[in-house]
């Protein structure tokens, strides 16, 4: 009798376990669903109290986490949200994305073989810069993920853009071909001088209302009033230089905010493949301690108010080979050729 009520007592116990384990799973479930409904760029588009007892069917099994992993992946999936990503905080390891690429809002059918994408992705590959014939400098800006030191980043753009300024380069090549993202306010802080100073960009809604501006001031880079890096104001470069963009199908996310800032700036031109599609401001909202939300928030928008809700177009259009020496570089040769005409 007593090992059966020490068997019985054990069992309730359990279950209770189980329940307030389910029940705190939820609390954060609904956390997750109420923010999203607040910042969506697409909530508008989208019956809440439906959804929201769909994803508790798909999340009434939960005993972790990751298991709420269908439950969020209805949810993109139902916003549209092809850049939605829902991670855990911790380790940044992915617990819900979209999956419904039949439905995509901007379907984009070109082809994104595997080989190319660990290439682009490569952790390993590092900001580069060059010197090149004829006095023009190049710097190929890579992807920087969320982990890194921001400052020691940028700083390491900027000091190649003043090192070569001080050596007279005239003519410049920006390469976000292999730029798949990441944390943008290193690439554009460090590039800032190069683009110039004044209004480079808006964040949009959907119906492109303006939410907020993106400037340069003083060689930082202001992304809605936010200077999340602070750089001296160096180099100061007086003129306008001549500046080719290259972009390919793999530039995606913060490298098309990069690309965006670019767009307008006078004697600047684009060449290579149009963007990934990818031009949506995602937050950063850490939920319950344990959740990181990256929800579209609103559509890249340029100087001149033009809004990319498909993908950053070019102004040459030549295919991506990946080469590994620049002077075989279609799209290195081609732009270079359009920097030394008068």
Same mark, same amino acid.
């Not at 660990?118 to 952790?123: A, L, P, R």
């Not at 202001?222 to 100061?236: E, G, M, T």
């Not at 684009?270 to 990818?278: H, K, N, Q």
């Given at each position: 009798i007593i090992r059966m009520k020490f068997y019985i007592t054990c069992f309730f116990i359990c279950q209770t376990l189980v329940v307030g384990c389910q029940s705190n799973l939820l609390v954060t479930l609904d956390s997750i669903i109420e923010k999203t409904k607040q910042i969506s760029m697409y909530s508008a588009s989208v019956n809440w109290d439906s959804l929201t007892i769909r994803m508790h069917q798909k999340a009434e099994n939960a005993q972790s986490v990751e298991d709420l992993q269908p439950a969020f992946e209805l949810m993109l999936n139902t916003l549209g949200d092809h850049h939605g990503r829902i991670m855990l905080a911790a380790n940044y390891t992915l617990i819900g994305a979209f999956t419904d690429w039949d439905n995509i809002r901007t379907k984009?059918?070109?082809?994104?073989?595997?080989?190319?994408?660990?290439?682009? /992705?490569?952790?390993?590959?590092?900001?580069?810069?060059?010197? !090149? %014939? *004829?006095?023009?400098?190049?710097?190929?800006?890579?992807?920087?993920?969320?982990?890194?030191?921001?400052?020691?980043?940028?700083?390491?753009?900027?000091?190649?853009?003043?090192?070569?300024?001080?050596?007279n380069i005239e003519h410049w090549i920006i390469d976000l071909r292999y730029n798949a993202g990441g944390n943008m306010n290193p690439m554009v802080a460090g590039i800032a001088p190069l683009i110039g100073d004044g209004i480079v960009g808006y964040l949009t809604d959907v119906n492109h209302n303006i939410l907020f501006e993106w400037e340069i001031n003083q060689? /930082?880079?202001?992304?809605?009033?936010?200077?999340?890096?602070? !750089? %001296? *104001?160096?180099?100061?470069?007086?003129?306008?230089?001549?500046v080719a963009v290259l972009t390919s199908r793999w530039t995606t996310s913060s490298g098309e905010v990069v690309a965006t800032t670019l767009k307008g700036r006078d004697n600047t031109r684009?060449?290579?493949?149009?963007?990934?599609?990818?031009a949506t401001n995602v937050s950063w909202e850490v939920i319950n301690e344990e959740i990181l939300l990256l929800i579209s928030t609103g559509v890249y928008t340029d100087r001149n108010k033009i809004a990319y809700t498909i993908n950053i177009p070019v102004d040459v259009e030549l295919p991506f080979v990946i080469e590994k020496n620049i002077s075989n570089d279609i799209g290195v040769t081609t732009a270079i050729k359009w920097l030394l005409e008068e």
């Open positions: 984009d059918t070109r082809e994104k073989d595997m080989d190319t994408w660990k290439i682009v /992705n490569d952790t390993a590959a590092k900001f580069e810069y060059a010197i !090149l %014939p *004829n006095n023009i400098g190049y710097l190929k800006i890579m992807g920087i993920g969320p982990w890194v030191d921001m400052q020691v980043e940028a700083t390491k753009i900027r000091a190649a853009l003043s090192e070569m300024y001080n050596k060689g /930082n880079f202001i992304y809605d009033s936010v200077k999340a890096i602070d !750089l %001296p *104001n160096q180099p100061q470069i007086k003129t306008n230089p001549k684009f060449f290579g493949e149009a963007t990934g599609g990818f």
